[in-house]
Antibody, heavy 122, light 107 residues
Framework: QVQLVQSGAEVKKPGASVKVSCKAS????????IHWVRQAPGQGLEWMGW????????KSAQKFQGRVTLTRDTSISSAYMELSSLRSDDTAFYYC???????????????WGQGTLVTVSS | DIQMTQSPSSLSASVGDRVTITCQAS??????LNWYQQKPGKAPKLLIY???NLETGVPSRFSGSGFGTDFTFTISSLQSEDIATYYC?????????FGGGTKVDIK
């Protein structure tokens, strides 16, 4: 079955960077976009950006532009999200999410990683 | 950016009750709307896509409706395992965004 397995929890100091990995299995890695969504503890869901694993193309939310880098390694079916210049309000669970395509421009977040808690604290 | 407003933010209901959650978009999103369930400590799970289509394997007590700016999510007969937070999400354009969530618990 489709699985997205993420790397473990991280604790970082303000100003540092973090890189979260997401290993896909059970489907053709290059056939589905990977999105990144974060959730501060006890809060709602916030979209960060997407990665096209086939081309390596990316798009990020304006809020994160200049701070987030989305990459992939197709040889090991893995996607990566790197967030730099970390602040305390970046403390959150970070999820990688597979987007299943519907007809035309439609897509649905049908498989989620287990989440990676990133804590930013001095 | 399109804003999604969900209500109520929380509710308590008895097992067997009908539960309804609403979601309003700040502009017309056609039916580019999905609903997710998030249980405590878990990742969200897709329940409904394109406003009214039930995801494979999801119990039929869950349903959705709506078009344009106003959407409804219904649990026809609440079960104890439905305790969770529910989110609507539009994908009409970028950025996709989520409603603030509705926390459902048992009275």
């Amino acid at each position: 079955q489709v699985q997205l397995v993420q790397s473990g929890a991280e604790v970082k100091k303000p100003g540092a960077s973090v890189k979260v990995s997401c290993k896909a299995s059970g489907h053709t890695f290059t056939a589905y976009f990977i999105h990144w969504v974060r959730q501060a503890p006890g809060q709602g869901l916030e979209w960060m950006g997407w990665l096209n694993p086939s081309s390596g193309g990316t798009k990020s939310a304006q809020k994160f532009q200049g701070r987030v880098t989305l990459t992939r390694d197709t040889s090991i079916s893995s996607a990566y999200m790197e967030l730099s210049s970390l602040r305390s309000d970046d403390t959150a669970f970070y999820y990688c999410v597979r987007a299943r395509l519907g007809g035309g421009p439609r897509y649905y977040f049908d498989s989620w990683g287990q989440g990676t808690l990133v804590t930013v604290s001095s | 950016d399109i804003q999604m407003t969900q209500s109520p933010s929380s509710l308590s209901a008895s097992v067997g009750d009908r539960v309804t959650i609403t979601c309003q978009a700040s502009q017309d999103i056609s039916n580019y709307l999905n609903w997710y369930q998030q249980k405590p400590g878990k990742a969200p799970k897709l329940l409904i896509y394109d406003a009214s289509n039930l995801e494979t394997g999801v119990p039929s007590r869950f349903s959705g409706s709506g078009f344009g700016t106003d959407f409804t999510f219904t649990i026809s007969s609440l079960q104890s395992e439905d305790i969770a937070t529910y989110y609507c999400q539009h994908y009409h354009d970028l950025p996709p965004s989520f409603g603030g969530g509705t926390k459902v618990d048992i009275k």
